[in-house]
Every structure is written in C-alpha cells, then in structure tokens.
C-alpha cells in the first residue's frame, strides 16, 4: 500500500474511534511497525493526530467538547487508576464535590463500595443516578443541563454552590499546563469549577497524562489552586 493510501486509512479510522494502537494500525494498513511509526510521526508534524504512547490519536478542536459517551470509552485503565489514588483522599465524614466528567465517575464505585459516610454535591446528572450507596448523601445542582456531557451549568447551580463549603472538591478538565493551569472547552463549564473550587478547602484535579501539557478554550483554576492526580505516582 502506497504511503497516501496508508495515511488516508489511517486518519478514517482514526474518524470513527478517536484513538488506536500501532498493532490495529498495523493491521489495518497491512504494514511493519517502523513504516506505521513513521507514517504517524509524519501525520503529527502534519497537525492530523496526536501521537500517544503506543498508537495516536486524533487531534481535538480545542473548543469543541466530546460527548460523554464518547470520553467514556477513552483511557477506561487510566480513570480506574486515577480513581484508586483519589480515594485515598477522603476520609469518613468528608463532604465533597464531584465534578461531572468520566475521570471523576471513575470514583463512584470506591465511593458506593465504601462504608464512609459522605456528603457529596454534584453537577452530573449521571453521577447523581449512579450514587446509591446507602452511606452517601448526594446533592445534585440544580439549572440548565448541557446534554452532550450530562453536567448542570447556568445561574442558578452557581447560586447554590456559594451557599456550600467543602472538604474536597474532585474535578475533571480537557487539559492541564503547568505554566497556564486547567482548562475546558466550555466557558459555563469553566464558571461551576471555578466556584466548586473556591468553595473547598482543596481540589483535586483528576486527568489522564494524555491531558498535561495540553490547551484548551477556557482556564478554570490556576496551576497553584488545585492538586493534579494521574494514573502515574
């Protein structure tokens, strides 16, 4: 296969699954690891994808957000990872926030499993429905739910959450700079972790490696505002 060939197949399914190892592109393109290697090297000098470790994939509009479903299915191993060491971060009693997002929906079944008793408030549709444990108190924000990610955002969520003081507050984000700080895609978004954030006595920002070093549309906490949990010590 010619090497347009190969990239056009490769930027295809890339379109259809976001993200793919070497090995599945191997197989798809029918070719030697070198020669993918080299074919994705040379597709992300080109600005098409985004190199990942073992495979790439496919570059995001930066102010354009993924529907849940869709960030569901990305880095699950990482997120179970992520969910172990935030954990550990909450004690009995706690009163927390749980930032919509499937990093911080890794948590719900520690916390469900549990036997602390917790106070949780969220802006997650999903994570409201999911958390059953008997032990757990849960708040959900009330206001305009923005459908594609299932998260409470306007007016009215951020009136309530200024009413509520935290021990914790665990939050999600698109990217992660150590120069800039957490960013989203989403400037309503952005407005419910900023407070969340400033109504805790700490944040956790729960993101992926894939996400450090990375931009996105709108800054919602300072570098020094908030504490970064990935899946690696």
Do not use: C, W
């Amino acid at each position: 296969m010619i090497v347009f060939d190969r990239k056009k197949k490769i930027l295809e399914y890339l379109n259809q699954k976001h993200i793919a190892t070497i090995e599945e592109l191997q197989t798809l393109t029918e070719s030697s690891a070198s020669t993918m290697r080299r074919d994705l090297n040379d597709l992300e000098e080109e600005k098409k994808l985004k190199r990942v470790h073992g495979g790439a994939e496919l570059l995001q509009d930066l102010s354009k957000e993924l529907s849940f479903i869709e960030k569901s299915t990305k880095n699950v191993q990482e997120k179970r990872q992520i969910a172990d060491r935030a954990f550990s971060k909450i004690s009995d009693g706690d009163t927390i926030y749980l930032d919509a997002g499937t990093t911080t929906g890794a948590l719900i079944e520690k916390l469900n499993q549990s036997q602390f008793r917790l106070t949780i408030v969220t802006n997650s549709v999903t994570h409201a429905s999911k958390l059953n444990g008997e032990h757990l108190t849960v708040y959900i924000l009330g206001g305009l739910i923005k459908k594609i990610t299932d998260s409470v955002v306007g007016g009215n969520a951020l009136k309530q959450l200024s009413n509520y003081r935290f021990n914790s507050s665990f939050m999600g984000a698109n990217a992660f700079d150590k120069e800039i700080g957490a960013m989203t895609p989403d400037s309503e978004e952005a407005s419910v972790k900023t407070s969340a954030i400033h109504q805790s006595e700490i944040s956790y920002l729960l993101v992926d490696t894939s996400k450090l070093g990375e931009t996105s549309f709108v800054k919602f906490a300072n570098p020094d505002e908030v504490e970064v949990i990935t899946e690696e010590e």
